[in-house]
């Protein structure tokens, strides 16, 4: 979204802004509402959208990519090598976010989920994320309820917490269809300056991509994110 909004040579409206991203209105009107509230973009007396302030903060020189730029090449390295829908997700505060989503070239896939907001505890991503969280922010989250999207999620603060130190011990986590039926994920941190800026993973159908088909896959898949990510971050 913000790509779509510097390239474009004059203020923009969020109906073009969608048809250039490829998303429904709906949610490029969200992503900009959330764009503005930071200062990355602003709004004109008119309505339409150009870029904020704030944008210079994501760069170091005017030259520095942003995060799902400069890892695209690895989501594409995921896919190809593993088979499976490779993604992106960053911390949108009350949510996950997916940023980047990269196809497998596999006839059966996972749904597309990019720019998608989903809740921390039912899906891998989230979950790895959770895990790196301070223990007040971790405290708040548990004490409300927590959603169940299908009979396989993970609502009980006690499992979870137990869950999450087992994340931070081993570095990843799988999850065996917990917020859709039929659908399994793995996720991993991205990790820069010692702290978690990402969480990168793998998802597919649930018959395909599963710790008990595939036990090795997990350090697989960190051992190629850690290579992949020397010097990129």
Do not use: C
């Amino acid at each position: 979204m913000l790509q779509a909004v510097v390239a474009a040579e004059a203020p923009i409206g969020v109906r073009e802004l969608g048809r250039r991203t490829g998303l429904p209105r709906s949610t490029a009107s969200r992503l900009v509402g959330q764009l503005n509230a930071i200062g990355m973009v602003e709004r004109t007396a008119d309505g339409l959208v150009v870029p904020g302030s704030a944008l210079a903060t994501l760069a170091v020189d005017g030259s520095t990519p942003l995060l799902r730029d400069r890892l695209r090449p690895l989501l594409v390295v995921l896919a190809d090598r593993f088979g499976e829908t490779a993604t992106l997700a960053v911390d949108d505060g009350d949510a996950l976010l997916y940023i980047l989503q990269i196809d497998a070239d596999n006839a059966v896939t996972a749904p597309d989920v990019e720019a998608e907001r989903h809740p921390f505890h039912v899906v891998a991503h989230g979950l790895v994320l959770m895990a790196h969280w301070p223990n007040e922010r971790l405290d708040d989250y548990l004490s409300a309820p927590l959603g169940a999207p299908t009979d396989r999620s993970m609502v009980d603060p006690k499992a979870i917490r137990e869950r999450l130190r087992r994340i931070r011990r081993d570095g990843y986590v799988w999850t065996e269809e917990e917020f859709d039926v039929g659908v399994n994920g793995l996720a991993a941190p991205i990790i820069a300056d010692e702290e978690v800026v990402a969480s990168i993973g793998l998802y597919g159908p649930s018959y395909r991509l599963s710790p008990a088909a595939l036990p090795s896959l997990a350090e697989a898949m960190i051992d190629t994110v850690a290579r992949q990510t020397v010097g990129l971050l």
